[in-house]
């Protein structure tokens, strides 16, 4: 098992930012990909942005540029450093990890809210 533990959401206006850090624990060897997926109400969880344990990131076209996601395997941790927030950024950002062999795993969330 796995246990996924994120922190750093909070209230920003809009052109802050913010910085999202997940906190993983548990058996761990098998875990290949993290990344972070965000949820708006009303709307689905989509992806944000994703880390291959050799450093390949993948960001979703709506926050290329603005955000950055690293990781440090040591630590066992994950941070998305998100600048220039906009409003539409308002969402429940989720941890995630996947396995080789393709199991998942879901942080809790944490609210991140940017106003106008």
């Known amino acids: 098992q796995v246990q996924l533990v994120e922190s750093g959401g909070g209230l920003v206006q809009a052109g802050g930012s913010l910085r999202l850090s997940c906190v993983a624990s548990?058996?761990?060897?098998?875990?290949?990909?993290m990344g972070w997926f965000r949820q708006a109400p009303g709307k689905q969880r989509e992806l944000v942005a994703t880390?291959?344990?050799?450093?390949?990131?993948n960001f979703a076209d709506s926050v290329k540029g603005r955000f950055t996601i690293s990781r440090d395997n040591a630590k066992n941790t994950m941070n998305l450093q998100m600048n220039s927030l906009k409003p539409e950024d308002t969402a429940v950002y989720y941890c995630?990890?996947?396995?080789?062999?393709?199991?998942?795993?879901w942080g809790k969330g944490t609210l991140v809210t940017v106003s106008s």
């Open positions: 995630h990890a996947g396995t080789y062999n393709g199991i998942t795993y």
């Open positions: 548990g058996s761990l060897f098998n875990i290949n990909t």
């Open positions: 880390i291959t344990n050799s450093g390949s990131t």
